[in-house]
C-alpha cells in the first residue's frame, strides 16, 4: 500500500529548497521580491535557504 505522503510527493514534488524572508529588525516573514518591511517599515529584508 503506498503512503499518502509517497503519493504527494509523486503529484506534487516539492523542490529541494525553499527561500524565507523575513525582515531583519522585527522578523515579520514577508513576500518575495519586498523592498520594505509591511510591520516596522524596515527595508533590512534577509533571505534564508532552507533544504
Do not use: N, W
Amino acid at each position: 500500500m503506498l503512503s499518502k505522503q509517497f503519493i504527494q510527493q509523486i503529484i506534487r514534488p516539492e523542490s529541494p529548497s525553499t527561500t524565507h524572508h523575513e525582515c531583519r529588525h522585527c522578523g515579520y516573514s514577508v513576500e518575495k521580491d519586498v523592498d520594505e518591511c509591511p510591520q516596522c517599515g524596515s527595508h533590512e529584508i534577509a533571505a534564508y535557504d532552507l533544504e
